[in-house]
């Protein structure tokens, strides 16, 4: 079972930044999909950024490429989302995810609780 704790949200004016942390335990010796998924009121969720542990390049949504960057640190199975140049059209609850195994597709079996990001105009 993996446990997820994410950390960083908040209110940013447009244009500002912020980091999201994803700290992952419960699990040794694997190497995980994991990564970054929101849902704003009234929209489904959608894949923001994936990363898989084990190396590779990382997959973005189109709408937060050249703007958000995911990052790992193995030695703190910890994920981060660097999001710069942010807009008001990305509020929403970020929720940190992951499964085991390559990033084939969005399909996630662990989710953490969500932080809430708010980017005003």
């Known amino acids: 079972q993996v446990q997820l704790v994410e950390s960083g949200g908040g209110s940013v004016q447009a244009g500002g930044s912020l980091r999201l942390s994803c700290a992952a335990s419960?699990?040794?010796?694997?190497?995980?999909?994991m990564g970054w998924f929101r849902q704003a009121p009234g929209k489904e969720r959608e894949e923001v950024a994936v990363?898989?542990?084990?190396?590779?390049?990382?997959r973005y949504a189109d709408s937060v490429k050249g703007r958000f960057t995911i990052s790992q640190d193995n030695a703190k199975n910890t994920v981060y989302l660097q999001m710069n140049s942010l807009k008001p059209e990305d509020t929403a609850m970020y929720y940190c995810?992951?499964?085991?195994?390559?990033?084939?597709?969005?399909?996630?079996?662990?989710w953490g609780q969500g932080t809430q990001v708010t980017v005003s105009s």
């Open positions: 419960g699990y040794t010796y694997s190497s995980l999909c």
């Open positions: 995810a992951a499964t085991w195994g390559f990033c084939a597709n969005s399909r996630m079996d662990y």
């Open positions: 990363i898989y542990t084990g190396g590779g390049p990382p």
